[in-house]
T-cell receptor, first 109, second 114 residues
Framework: RKEVEQDPGPFNVPEGATVAFNCTYS??????FFWYRQDCRKEPKLLMS???SGNEDGRFTAQLNRASQYISLLIRDSKLSDSATYLC??????????FGKGTRLHILP | GAGVSQSPSNKVTEKGKDVELRCDPI?????LYWYRQSLGQGLEFLIY????????KSGLPSDRFSAERTGGSVSTLTIQRTQQEDSAVYLC????????????FGSGTRLTVV
């Protein structure tokens, strides 16, 4: 099993719809989880941390399922500007962090 | 500084030459990470530093790659005898000792080996 796995997509979603994607991780001892967003030819930028109890930031909701070892990101009322690649980030040991390959999201007008 | 600074932003080099890529992290960030990203691909972990030491060098692709960090600040990634497959964007990120606040990336160095 890869350390961090994501569905590469692309997810093609109409504007205003809700979309969700998951990321699985292999190390049960992982403690830190994040979602990053990367626009074409740009560096990744932090979207949100993922907390054990789940957390929400506006239209974005992140959740952690430790039993099944995955994190999820849900985007409500999607906007054209949400089109990007979404990367999950997991610490696999101590401070070593691994990025998933990313899920491409296209919001369609 | 205000953000993570990487230099040069672009580098074109001839096959077989050595290159040095520099990363200047955010002041106070003790952890520093190097990744590379080939066109259309995900981020490939290379190495990370905690202070000046590198607990995990397992991501370095070959012995042509090396990295160092001095004074707990600036880091240099050196690629010797560059090959065309080394062409990629090399990204550096830094974070506080406790990683709960995430990692801040520089804008990367785009390396092209011709």
């Amino acid at each position: 099993r890869k350390e961090v796995e994501q569905d590469p997509g692309p997810f093609n979603v109409p504007e205003g719809a809700t979309v969700a994607f998951n990321c699985t991780y292999s190390n049960s001892a992982s403690q830190s989880f994040f979602w990053y967003r990367q626009d074409c030819r740009k560096e990744p930028k932090l979207l949100m941390s993922v907390y054990s109890s789940g957390n929400e930031d506006g239209r974005f909701t992140a959740q952690l399922n430790r039993a099944s070892q995955y994190i999820s990101l849900l985007i409500r009322d999607s906007k054209l500007s949400d089109s990007a690649t979404y990367l999950c980030v997991v610490n696999v040991q101590d401070d070593k962090i691994i990025f998933g390959k990313g899920t491409r999201l296209h919001i369609l007008p | 500084g205000a953000g993570v600074s990487q230099s040069p932003s672009n580098k074109v080099t001839e096959k077989g030459k050595d290159v040095e890529l520099r990363c200047d992290p955010i002041s106070g960030h003790t952890a520093l990470y190097w990744y590379r990203q080939s066109l259309g691909q995900g981020l490939e972990f290379l190495i990370y530093f905690q202070g000046n030491s590198a607990p995990d060098k397992s991501g370095l692709p070959s012995d042509r790659f090396s990295a160092e960090r001095t004074g707990g600040s600036v880091s240099t990634l050196t690629i010797q005898r560059t090959q065309q497959e080394d062409s990629a964007v090399y990204l550096c990120a830094s974070s506080l000792p406790v990683s709960n606040y995430g990692y801040t990336f520089g804008s990367g160095t785009r390396l092209t080996v011709v």
